[in-house]
């Protein structure tokens, strides 16, 4: 498990500025661009940005925001994540991350999914009833696309496609596309169906509890005569000096994001009690440098995974204490794991020193 990549991921949060105002969505932005840099300075490999279309997210356009990363970096892997290909057109897709392909020489990536908001669809003029068509036909156009040769292409969502050629074509030849899945076995499948890597987005609960996913993808994959593809995960967390200060840091900011997108759902209020049993039982990645890397390194050995991305960013946590967590994540949590990993000990055993 020497070759696991580690990534960074964030979706723009609204943070608060001085005296606890949120700041404009412009210096958000900004703000994301200079967390990107220092993550290639300390040597993750990559960053991943969602898209989302609300009022507490400053990212819309992820692809738009990892150009100029592009010219601000010089080797880190250029991610969205999610790409909500549901409401978005597959063809200028491919034409935007080709054109990032091209700015990064050859770091781009795409994060395909159905996203786990719905504010896109109304947005940009799609109907929530064709939720699982819409998804489905755009990722068999969007399949056919990542070909790179002439696509030939009919489904109910759009016209034809008849021997149609898309430019410009990717620095690469091939833009790595991920599958982000939520839990579903459908979704699972699907993924396999096309080839493409399976990235897990695990918020809750002990990532081992995902293990049956990640059988049944390789199922699938082995019985459909598809080569191996690498598995990712997708999960939460904060890094300070100590465990106590790391908690304490994350707590309002991880009960204002969720608290309110609880209350948009009608789920049972945010409390204490479940932040904690997150942190230290399910899929929260909180704590000192040591205790964050013990607790990643279990979840790639019990899952298998050539991929972490942990998502620094939850609520309107300051700028400032954002860098300090990419930093740790980079300089100790990064080279920790890999020695974990190395070492041969069970990942289980480290985590419980």
Do not use: C
């Not at 699938?220 to 300070?240: E, F, M, R, T």
């Not at 230290?280 to 298998?304: D, M, N, Q, W, Y």
């Amino acid at each position: 498990m020497s070759d696991v990549q580690f990534g960074l991921g964030t979706f723009g949060d609204v943070t608060n500025g001085p005296g606890g105002v949120p700041l404009p969505f412009a210096d958000v932005i900004r703000n994301v661009v200079a967390e990107a840099v220092l993550a290639d300075e300390v040597g993750v490999d990559a960053v991943i940005l969602g898209e989302h279309h609300r009022d507490d997210f400053a990212i819309s356009t992820p692809e738009t925001i990892l150009a100029g990363i592009a010219t601000k970096t010089s080797r880190i892997l250029l991610s969205s994540g999610v790409t909500v290909l549901s409401s978005d057109d597959p063809i200028r897709v491919f034409q935007r991350f080709a054109t990032l392909d091209a700015l990064s020489k050859g770091r781009a990536e795409v994060i395909v999914g159905r996203g786990s908001f719905t504010e896109s669809f109304p947005l940009f003029g799609y109907n929530l009833e064709d939720y699982q068509v819409l998804f489905e036909e755009k990722l068999n156009l969007f399949a056919e696309l990542l070909k790179e040769t002439p696509v030939t292409w009919s489904g109910t969502i759009r016209p034809p496609l008849s021997d149609q050629e898309v430019y410009p074509k990717s620095h690469t030849g091939s833009i790595r596309t991920w599958v982000g899945v939520g839990g579903s076995p459908e979704s699972v499948v699907r993924a396999a169906g096309y080839g493409l890597p399976l990235m897990l987005a695990i918020i809750g609960g002990a990532p081992e509890r995902f293990a049956p996913y990640v059988d049944l993808y390789h199922r699938a994959l082995d019985q459909l005569g598809k080569p191996v593809q690498p598995i990712g995960v997708h999960s939460p967390g904060h890094i300070a000096k100590t465990d106590e200060q790391a908690i304490d840091e994350l707590w309002p900011n991880y009960e204002a994001s969720f608290g309110r997108i609880g209350r948009e759902r009608g789920w049972a209020p945010m409390t204490k009690e479940h932040y904690l049993n997150e942190v230290h039982h399910g899929a929260l990645f909180v704590g000192s440098p040591e205790t964050v890397a013990r607790k990643i390194a279990a979840a790639v050995s019990a899952l298998g995974l050539a991929r972490f991305d942990l998502k620094y960013a939850t609520g309107p946590m300051p700028h400032e204490t954002l860098l300090e967590s990419i930093e740790l994540y980079g300089t100790i949590v990064i080279p920790m794991v890999r020695d974990i990993l190395a070492s041969g000990v069970p990942a289980s055993k480290a985590a419980a020193r």
